[in-house]
Protein backbone atom coordinates (compact mmCIF):
# COMPACT_ATOMS: atom_id res chain seq x y z
CA UNK A 1 0.00 0.00 0.00
CA UNK A 2 1.40 3.20 -0.92
CA UNK A 3 -0.02 6.15 1.16
CA UNK A 4 0.01 9.80 0.38
CA UNK A 5 0.59 12.38 2.94
CA UNK A 6 -0.04 16.09 1.92
CA UNK A 7 -0.01 19.69 3.99
CA UNK A 8 1.16 22.88 3.00
CA UNK A 9 4.24 23.01 5.28
CA UNK A 10 5.84 20.75 7.76
CA UNK A 11 3.19 20.05 10.14
CA UNK A 12 1.93 17.12 8.39
CA UNK A 13 5.36 15.36 9.04
CA UNK A 14 3.72 14.37 12.84
CA UNK A 15 0.40 12.91 11.36
CA UNK A 16 3.57 11.09 8.88
CA UNK A 17 5.44 10.48 11.97
CA UNK A 18 2.02 8.69 13.67
CA UNK A 19 1.60 6.58 10.11
CA UNK A 20 5.29 5.20 10.73
CA UNK A 21 4.54 3.90 13.88
CA UNK A 22 1.09 2.06 13.05
CA UNK A 23 1.20 1.22 9.45
CA UNK A 24 5.18 0.07 9.59
CA UNK A 25 4.62 -1.82 6.40
CA UNK A 26 3.23 0.80 3.87
CA UNK A 27 5.22 3.31 1.25
CA UNK A 28 4.42 6.56 1.60
CA UNK A 29 4.74 9.80 -0.34
CA UNK A 30 4.74 13.35 1.53
CA UNK A 31 4.22 16.74 -0.29
CA UNK A 32 4.56 20.17 1.43
CA UNK A 33 3.77 22.84 -0.92
CA UNK A 34 6.58 25.18 0.89
CA UNK A 35 6.45 27.53 -1.92
CA UNK A 36 2.72 28.68 -1.34
CA UNK A 37 2.10 28.43 2.36
CA UNK A 38 0.21 29.64 4.42
CA UNK A 39 -2.86 28.82 2.92
CA UNK A 40 -4.29 30.61 6.02
CA UNK A 41 -3.67 33.78 4.14
CA UNK A 42 -5.61 32.60 0.64
CA UNK A 43 -9.18 32.27 -0.39
CA UNK A 44 -11.09 29.12 -0.25
CA UNK A 45 -10.94 29.23 -3.94
CA UNK A 46 -7.12 29.76 -3.98
CA UNK A 47 -6.88 27.06 -1.25
CA UNK A 48 -9.01 24.23 -3.46
CA UNK A 49 -6.75 24.85 -6.40
CA UNK A 50 -3.65 24.11 -4.83
CA UNK A 51 -4.90 21.66 -2.16
CA UNK A 52 -6.73 19.82 -5.54
CA UNK A 53 -3.35 20.09 -7.46
CA UNK A 54 -1.24 18.45 -4.77
CA UNK A 55 -3.58 15.66 -4.44
CA UNK A 56 -2.88 15.21 -8.15
CA UNK A 57 0.47 15.52 -8.12
CA UNK A 58 0.20 12.13 -4.82
CA UNK A 59 -2.16 10.20 -7.42
CA UNK A 60 0.28 10.52 -10.51
CA UNK A 61 3.36 9.59 -7.94
CA UNK A 62 1.21 6.47 -7.18
CA UNK A 63 -0.79 6.96 -3.82
CA UNK A 64 -3.51 4.96 -3.19
CA UNK A 65 -4.98 6.65 -0.35
CA UNK A 66 -4.55 10.16 0.31
CA UNK A 67 -4.27 11.77 4.05
CA UNK A 68 -5.10 15.71 3.98
CA UNK A 69 -3.20 16.43 6.97
CA UNK A 70 -3.61 20.51 6.31
CA UNK A 71 -6.36 21.37 8.45
CA UNK A 72 -7.37 24.81 6.35
CA UNK A 73 -7.28 22.51 3.18
CA UNK A 74 -9.52 19.74 5.44
CA UNK A 75 -11.51 22.52 6.23
CA UNK A 76 -11.90 24.52 3.05
CA UNK A 77 -10.90 22.57 -0.17
CA UNK A 78 -11.89 18.61 0.56
CA UNK A 79 -14.47 18.84 -1.68
CA UNK A 80 -12.15 20.03 -4.24
CA UNK A 81 -9.83 17.42 -3.65
CA UNK A 82 -12.34 14.71 -3.96
CA UNK A 83 -13.37 16.17 -6.88
CA UNK A 84 -9.60 15.90 -8.12
CA UNK A 85 -8.63 12.59 -7.68
CA UNK A 86 -10.15 9.10 -7.83
CA UNK A 87 -8.09 7.44 -4.78
CA UNK A 88 -10.18 7.79 -0.91
CA UNK A 89 -8.73 11.01 0.56
CA UNK A 90 -8.92 11.61 4.57
CA UNK A 91 -8.63 15.06 6.20
CA UNK A 92 -7.87 16.08 9.61
CA UNK A 93 -11.12 17.86 10.66
CA UNK A 94 -13.15 14.42 9.95
CA UNK A 95 -11.15 12.74 12.34
CA UNK A 96 -10.64 15.45 14.96
CA UNK A 97 -14.69 15.58 15.13
CA UNK A 98 -14.99 11.60 15.07
CA UNK A 99 -12.34 11.34 17.80
CA UNK A 100 -14.21 14.11 19.77
CA UNK A 101 -17.45 12.28 19.44
CA UNK A 102 -15.78 9.15 20.92
CA UNK A 103 -14.05 10.62 23.91
CA UNK A 104 -16.66 13.28 25.36
CA UNK A 105 -19.49 12.08 27.33
CA UNK A 106 -20.72 15.43 28.16
CA UNK A 107 -20.87 16.50 24.51
CA UNK A 108 -18.94 19.24 25.30
CA UNK A 109 -15.81 20.35 22.86
CA UNK A 110 -13.12 23.00 22.73
CA UNK A 111 -10.65 23.37 19.91
CA UNK A 112 -7.48 25.22 19.45
CA UNK A 113 -6.68 25.96 15.64
CA UNK A 114 -4.82 28.03 13.29
CA UNK A 115 -6.70 31.85 12.65
CA UNK A 116 -7.96 30.25 9.23
CA UNK A 117 -9.14 27.03 10.38
CA UNK A 118 -11.43 28.82 13.48
CA UNK A 119 -13.10 31.26 10.88
CA UNK A 120 -13.83 28.78 8.86
CA UNK A 121 -15.88 26.87 11.67
CA UNK A 122 -15.09 23.65 10.34
CA UNK A 123 -14.71 22.01 13.60
CA UNK A 124 -17.88 23.45 14.93
CA UNK A 125 -19.86 22.02 12.16
CA UNK A 126 -18.52 18.59 12.13
CA UNK A 127 -19.40 18.30 16.27
CA UNK A 128 -22.57 19.84 15.44
CA UNK A 129 -23.37 17.20 13.02
CA UNK A 130 -22.31 14.84 15.02
CA UNK A 131 -24.46 15.92 18.11
CA UNK A 132 -21.58 18.33 20.15
CA UNK A 133 -21.76 21.34 20.93
CA UNK A 134 -18.05 23.51 20.29
CA UNK A 135 -16.33 26.36 20.85
CA UNK A 136 -12.96 27.61 19.06
CA UNK A 137 -9.80 29.38 19.91
CA UNK A 138 -7.16 30.67 16.89
CA UNK A 139 -3.87 30.53 18.80
CA UNK A 140 -1.72 32.08 16.11
CA UNK A 141 1.62 32.08 18.09
CA UNK A 142 2.08 28.62 18.49
CA UNK A 143 3.25 27.93 14.93
CA UNK A 144 6.07 29.94 14.78
CA UNK A 145 7.28 29.03 18.45
CA UNK A 146 7.33 25.77 17.02
CA UNK A 147 8.98 26.30 14.08
CA UNK A 148 11.84 28.02 15.60
CA UNK A 149 12.41 25.27 18.22
CA UNK A 150 10.87 26.89 20.73
CA UNK A 151 9.14 23.64 22.28
CA UNK A 152 9.90 23.73 25.93
CA UNK A 153 11.09 27.75 26.17
CA UNK A 154 9.11 29.61 29.14
CA UNK A 155 7.76 31.67 26.56
CA UNK A 156 5.71 29.11 24.99
CA UNK A 157 4.56 27.56 28.67
CA UNK A 158 3.89 31.06 29.01
CA UNK A 159 1.76 32.03 25.54
CA UNK A 160 0.04 28.25 25.91
CA UNK A 161 -1.44 29.41 29.82
CA UNK A 162 -2.40 32.76 28.60
CA UNK A 163 -4.23 31.18 25.86
CA UNK A 164 -5.91 28.34 27.67
CA UNK A 165 -7.02 30.49 30.33
CA UNK A 166 -8.41 32.78 27.66
CA UNK A 167 -10.21 29.49 26.33
CA UNK A 168 -11.46 28.62 29.68
CA UNK A 169 -12.82 31.88 30.70
CA UNK A 170 -14.77 31.96 27.15
CA UNK A 171 -16.26 28.41 27.80
CA UNK A 172 -17.34 29.01 31.44
CA UNK A 173 -19.29 32.22 29.85
CA UNK A 174 -21.03 30.28 27.23
CA UNK A 175 -22.03 27.61 29.80
CA UNK A 176 -19.64 25.04 27.97
CA UNK A 177 -18.96 21.89 30.44
CA UNK A 178 -16.16 20.46 27.62
CA UNK A 179 -14.41 17.40 28.87
CA UNK A 180 -12.68 17.39 25.86
CA UNK A 181 -9.95 19.80 23.75
CA UNK A 182 -9.23 18.81 20.05
CA UNK A 183 -5.76 20.48 18.72
CA UNK A 184 -6.40 21.66 15.30
CA UNK A 185 -3.04 21.98 13.74
CA UNK A 186 -0.77 19.29 13.10
CA UNK A 187 1.86 21.59 14.44
CA UNK A 188 0.50 21.30 18.01
CA UNK A 189 1.05 17.60 19.19
CA UNK A 190 4.99 18.69 19.02
CA UNK A 191 3.97 20.53 22.14
CA UNK A 192 1.45 18.13 23.82
CA UNK A 193 2.77 17.89 27.09
CA UNK A 194 2.75 21.65 27.30
CA UNK A 195 -0.97 21.98 26.79
CA UNK A 196 -2.30 19.04 28.96
CA UNK A 197 0.13 20.95 31.48
CA UNK A 198 -1.78 24.51 30.85
CA UNK A 199 -5.47 22.78 31.10
CA UNK A 200 -7.19 20.83 34.21
CA UNK A 201 -6.50 16.81 34.27
CA UNK A 202 -9.86 16.04 33.40
CA UNK A 203 -9.94 17.42 30.21
CA UNK A 204 -8.44 14.90 27.84
CA UNK A 205 -6.50 16.23 25.09
CA UNK A 206 -6.85 14.89 21.18
CA UNK A 207 -3.96 14.63 19.72
CA UNK A 208 -5.13 15.38 16.00
CA UNK A 209 -1.90 13.49 14.39
CA UNK A 210 -2.42 10.32 16.21
CA UNK A 211 -6.18 9.72 15.50
CA UNK A 212 -5.73 10.42 12.15
CA UNK A 213 -3.31 7.66 11.95
CA UNK A 214 -5.51 5.71 14.02
CA UNK A 215 -8.66 6.50 11.52
CA UNK A 216 -6.26 5.70 8.46
CA UNK A 217 -5.21 2.22 9.80
CA UNK A 218 -8.86 1.17 10.38
CA UNK A 219 -10.26 2.27 7.58
CA UNK A 220 -7.32 -0.01 5.57
CA UNK A 221 -7.15 -2.23 7.77
CA UNK A 222 -3.89 -2.19 8.09
CA UNK A 223 -1.34 -2.55 10.95
CA UNK A 224 1.62 -4.63 12.75
CA UNK A 225 5.13 -5.11 12.08
CA UNK A 226 7.11 -4.31 9.54
CA UNK A 227 9.13 -1.54 8.28
CA UNK A 228 8.55 1.00 5.82
CA UNK A 229 9.71 -0.09 2.44
CA UNK A 230 10.08 3.46 0.87
CA UNK A 231 9.19 6.70 1.80
CA UNK A 232 9.79 9.77 -0.62
CA UNK A 233 9.55 13.08 0.61
CA UNK A 234 8.14 16.47 -2.06
CA UNK A 235 8.46 20.30 -1.31
CA UNK A 236 7.83 23.23 -3.57
CA UNK A 237 10.48 25.14 -1.92
CA UNK A 238 13.46 26.05 0.27
CA UNK A 239 14.38 21.42 -0.14
CA UNK A 240 17.48 22.75 2.71
CA UNK A 241 15.00 23.87 4.96
CA UNK A 242 12.42 21.24 4.82
CA UNK A 243 15.24 19.04 5.77
CA UNK A 244 16.33 20.48 8.57
CA UNK A 245 13.04 21.65 9.73
CA UNK A 246 11.18 18.62 8.61
CA UNK A 247 13.44 16.29 10.55
CA UNK A 248 11.91 18.37 13.98
CA UNK A 249 8.27 17.12 13.16
CA UNK A 250 9.40 13.91 12.02
CA UNK A 251 11.90 12.55 14.94
CA UNK A 252 13.79 11.58 12.65
CA UNK A 253 16.56 12.73 9.53
CA UNK A 254 15.10 13.00 6.67
CA UNK A 255 17.90 12.49 3.82
CA UNK A 256 16.36 13.89 0.71
CA UNK A 257 13.97 15.69 -0.25
CA UNK A 258 12.74 16.14 -4.19
CA UNK A 259 11.89 19.88 -5.46
CA UNK A 260 8.54 19.92 -7.73
CA UNK A 261 6.86 22.45 -9.60
CA UNK A 262 3.03 21.62 -9.03
CA UNK A 263 2.19 24.92 -11.50
CA UNK A 264 4.34 24.36 -14.18
CA UNK A 265 3.74 20.08 -13.82
CA UNK A 266 7.23 19.12 -13.85
CA UNK A 267 10.20 18.08 -11.20
CA UNK A 268 13.30 19.82 -10.64
Known amino acids: M???VFDSGFGGLTVLRALFERIPQADYLYLGDTARLPYGAKS???VARYAASSARFLAAEGAEFLVIACNTASALALDAIRSAVTVPV??????????ADRSSTSRDVMVIATAATVESHAYTAACAERGMRAIEKACPLLVPLVEEGWIEHPVTADVLRIYMAELMEVARGVGLNADTLVLGCTHYPLLRRQIEAAVPES???IDSAEVTADEVA?????GGQGSSAKTRFFATD???KFRV???RFLGRAIADVELVDLEAGNRQ
Open 218 to 222: RRLRL
Open 245 to 247: LGG
Open 238 to 240: SVA
Open 90 to 99: LGVVETGANA
Open 44 to 46: RDT
Open 2 to 4: KIG
Open 203 to 205: LRV
